[in-house]
Nanobody
Framework: QLQAFGGGLVQAGGSLRLSCAVS????????VGWFRQAPGKEREFVAT????????YYDDSVKGRFTISKDAAKNTIYLQMNSLRPDDTAIYYC??????????????????WGQGTQVTVSS
């Protein structure tokens, strides 16, 4: 349903673009988002984008550095990550939800998940 790719190793201050290929059915979900999980930590919200209208929402830790976008023709969601920091190191997952807007920060309302892609930022 979702496949995330594009991770890698980058130096602090560098950039990466993650992609999430989404099945047509899943692309019709209310929102598709990105989460990340660092070793020993819980999976946390990064950003999400609404299917209708394309509104975007970000965690404060990535505002101004990360940009989520979508290409409907390709059924793909992107996460452009700039000014990367070592604390951005994590496995990044994309996921879809049909939950209400007020819950889109909550990983528990996302019902389909991609396999994750590793992002490592060296200092």
């Amino acid at each position: 349903q979702l496949q995330a790719f594009g991770g890698g190793l980058v130096q602090a201050g560098g950039s990466l673009r993650l992609s999430c290929a989404v099945s047509t059915r899943t692309f019709s979900s209310r929102a598709v988002g990105w989460f990340r999980q660092a070793p020993g930590k819980e999976r946390e919200f990064v950003a999400t984008i609404a299917r209708s209208g394309g509104n975007t929402y970000y965690d404060d830790s990535v505002k101004g550095r990360f940009t989520i976008s979508k290409d409907a023709a390709k059924n793909t969601i992107y996460l452009q990550m700039n000014s990367l920091r070592p604390d951005d190191t994590a496995i990044y997952y994309c996921a879809s939800t049909n939950g209400p807007l007020s819950t889109w920060w909550d990983r528990n309302v996302y019902n389909y998940w991609g396999q994750g892609t590793q992002v490592t930022v060296s200092s």
